[in-house]
């Protein structure tokens, strides 16, 4: 099993940066496939980025291409979601989830492992 906790999470100005990570424990996160969603107050959890197990392929949602950059780092045991250019549409708490296989998918009910949320507050 795998135990994700999310940091990174804050207050910013509209166009500002922040970057949140996601540390993983009790198993290697090698192997897993990782995504970031994102759940705004009142509305549903949706699908912000994803990274193949491999770091080789990556994925995101057509409301953060170009602004937003997921990696990881095996080593660490970590992922990261880079978040810059911000406004106010990406207020939400964001949660970074954890999958094995080779399937990459943008479906939340297809992730097996989930962390507890950071907040992410972008104040225009």
């Known amino acids: 099993q795998v135990q994700l906790v999310e940091s990174g999470g804050g207050l910013v100005q509209a166009g500002g940066s922040l970057t949140l990570s996601c540390a993983a424990s009790?198993?290697?996160?090698?192997?897993?496939?990782v995504a970031w969603f994102r759940q705004a107050s009142g509305k549903e959890r949706e699908f912000v980025a994803a990274i193949n197990w491999s770091g080789g392929k990556t994925y995101y949602s057509d409301s953060v291409k170009g602004r937003f950059t997921v990696t990881r780092d095996d080593a660490k045991n970590t992922s990261s979601l880079q978040m810059n250019n911000l406004n106010s549409q990406d207020t939400a708490v964001y949660y970074c989830a954890a999958r094995p296989g080779a399937l990459v998918t943008t479906e939340a009910r297809n992730y097996d492992y989930w962390g507890q949320g950071t907040q992410v507050t972008v104040s225009s």
């Open positions: 009790k198993r290697t996160l090698r192997l897993y496939n």
